[in-house]
């Protein structure tokens, strides 16, 4: 009868432990990190899992009448891999290669059977092969041959392009690790301004150190990528502490359900439609569509810029991670100034 009553107590004892752990909030967090779990899934998944190219801006350059020709051609293909256009002649197609305003040209030989197609493999590797397989097939199909240019190649060490992709990530990365650490150590959300002003200045020491420890490592120390350590550095900076600003405005907001908010930005949404895998022409609509938009995608895009296209096309993707940076700012020291006053004031004294 002794074993049986204490056994029941201890069991009792474990359920109330039970029921004291798994609090309301704690199993609404849990189901947090599920959600988060099969939102990574579908999305990697989703945006990954077959590549193929749709609308890739192409130039065609040939005398009209070849190139209105050629054009239609390409304009019937199955799927619509290509969106051609034609351009004056061959130095134009470059130019706008290097501008980023399309990703490869055909310079069509009217005297001859071999043309010359252009590509940018410094753009991503995979949509520059892809070009090359598919044009070569139009080609061969017509008893033409074609002679592939690299116009922006890619670094030797830079393997399949990813460099960039994985320099930004590691950014991201550090940006909302040392927003989470700020909210892990000393309260998600701000208590006062002048804690949102602490906060945001340490983010921007960490950006600053960051960037320049990434441009360091992919520049002299690895050989990945060609550019100017300090135009990478400055990108590292602004990418690392937009992120933060984000993730330290969302937990100012939401509290410690922030860092999950961030987490769907900038890993779940941001990473897959970045364009480091495969580049944005090869991804399905909804990531290519919001790609640029989020800090992985516009830091990517800006790095790839810097390395292999002479710092062109630069300007909407720094504007993107601004408006991040700027939003990050504001927000974070509105939820100071709102929690600031809410603080309990301490009772006046009396005379």
């Known amino acids: 009868m002794t074993q049986t009553v204490g056994a029941d107590s201890s069991r009792s004892s474990f359920l109330d432990e039970v029921k004291a752990a798994v609090t309301p909030r704690a199993f609404l967090l ?54 051609p256009r034609a351009v004056t002649d061959q130095a134009s197609a470059r130019k706008q290669i290097m ?97 949102a002003v602490i906060r945001l200045v340490v983010m921007a020491l960490v950006a600053i150190v960051g960037g320049l420890g990434g441009a360091v490592v992919v520049g002299p120390v690895l050989g990945a990528l060609p550019g100017g350590v300090a135009a990478l550095w400055a990108l590292g900076a602004l990418v690392t502490f937009a992120v933060g600003a984000a993730t330290l405005a969302l937990q100012g907001v939401f509290g410690i359900v922030g860092i999950g908010l961030a987490i769907l930005l900038v890993v779940i949404a ?50 993107v991670l601004s408006a991040w940076a700027l939003a990050g700012i504001v927000i974070t020291m509105a939820a100071g100034l709102r929690h600031g006053r809410q603080e309990p004031q301490p009772p006046a004294r009396t005379p």
């Not at 192409?58 to 293909?77: I, S, W, Y």
């Not at 040209?105 to 070009?131: F, Q, R, Y």
């Not at 439609?273 to 800006?302: D, Q």
């Open 270 to 319: 941001g990473n897959p439609s970045a364009g480091g895998a495969f580049p944005p022409p090869m991804l399905p609509p909804f990531w290519e569509a919001i790609g640029p938009a989020l800090p992985p995608g516009a830091g990517v895009w800006a790095a790839r810029s810097i390395a292999y296209f002479d710092n062109n096309a630069l300007t909407e993707a720094l504007l």
């Open 99 to 195: 501008d980023r305003d399309i990703d490869g040209a055909l310079v069509v030989n009217p005297e001859g059977k071999a043309d010359t197609l252009l590509v940018a493999s410094g753009g991503g590797t995979l949509l520059a092969s892809t070009l090359q397989n598919l044009v070569t097939k139009v080609e061969a199909a017509d008893g033409r041959q074609v002679r592939t240019v690299d116009v922006a190649p890619a670094s030797a060490q830079d393997f399949d392009g990813l460099s960039p992709f994985y320099l930004v990530v590691g950014w991201c990365v550090g940006g909302y690790l040392c927003a989470s650490i700020l909210a892990i150590s000393a309260g998600a959300r701000p208590a006062n301004p002048r804690r």
């Open 30 to 83: 849990v189901l947090g990190v599920i959600a988060l779990q099969v939102l990574f899934i579908a999305s990697y998944v989703g945006a990954l899992h077959a590549p193929k190219p749709t609308n890739v801006p192409f130039g065609v350059a040939a005398p009209p009448a070849a190139a209105e020709r050629t054009v239609a051609r390409l304009e019937r293909l199955p799927g619509t891999p290509l969106d």
